[in-house]
């Protein structure tokens, strides 16, 4: 069946480092975009990127980074810099203007 | 620039009841509108889309839409709930220039009681 896959579901990262997010989709879109889920703050966008080898950064792209050397994959990487991360983070991959397909989403802890 | 407005961000119905969901949107050149819903901990799942056509717009789990253009609204309901119905929900406008990429409203978050 045709999907994308967020891993991994949970993830913890330490002060000072720096963690990717994997976004992978099968579904031959693309764009693929990622968003964070913060409670009562709705969906902001961190990057997306409508074509392999370009990207764009959303409306808080500060702290994070992102590649796209194959249509199928898009992660991103949450940099020291990022200072306050816990968050949800949800990818998603779209084709033309039918919408999005979301993935399942990770869940990042500082500890 | 394109933009969207839910009004409430906590709506509760009892089990039974019409559910209603405002949504308006903001939009120089004919929208694309779409309702997403997500329940705790997971990604977002698309009820229904309006793209061109008709305007009464049926989507899955009962829910329908009706694009009212000269009132810019696309209100979710269904005429009655259930308690699987409690969750999150969220309206996003894009058009045909926006290369796909959706503006999305804040979320409306739906309590159902029994």
């Known amino acids: 069946d045709g999907g994308i896959t967020q891993s991994p579901k949970y993830l913890f990262r330490k002060e000072g480092q720096n963690v990717t997010l994997s976004c992978e989709q099968n579904?031959?879109?693309?764009?693929m975009y990622w968003y964070r889920q913060d409670p009562g703050q709705g969906l902001r966008l961190i990057y997306y990127?409508?074509?392999?080898?370009?990207?764009q950064k959303g409306d808080i792209a500060e702290g994070y980074s992102v590649s796209r050397e194959k249509k199928e994959s898009f992660p991103l990487t949450v940099t020291s810099a990022q200072k306050n991360p816990t968050a949800f983070y949800l990818c998603?991959?779209?084709?033309?203007?039918?919408?999005?397909?979301f993935g399942s989403g990770t869940r990042l802890t500082v500890v | 620039a394109q933009s969207v407005t839910q009004l409430g961000s906590h709506v509760s119905v009892s089990e039974g009841a019409l559910v209603l969901l405002r949504c308006n949107y903001s939009s120089s050149v004919p929208p694309y509108l779409f309702w997403y819903v997500q329940y705790p901990n997971q990604g977002l799942q698309l009820l229904l889309k309006?793209?061109?056509?008709?305007?009464l717009v049926k989507g899955i789990n009962g829910f329908e839409a009706e694009f009212k253009k000269s009132e810019t609204s696309f209100h979710l309901t269904k005429p009655s709930a259930h308690m699987s119905d409690a969750a999150e929900y969220f309206c996003?406008?894009?058009?045909?220039?926006?290369?796909?990429?959706?503006?999305f409203g804040q979320g409306t978050e739906l309590s159902v009681k029994p």
């Open positions: 996003a406008v894009s058009n045909y220039n926006q290369g796909g990429k959706l503006i």
């Open positions: 309006y793209t061109t056509g008709a305007t």
């Open positions: 990127s409508q074509i392999v080898n370009d990207f």
């Open positions: 579904l031959n879109h693309d764009a």
């Open positions: 998603a991959s779209s084709i033309l203007n039918f919408g999005y397909t």
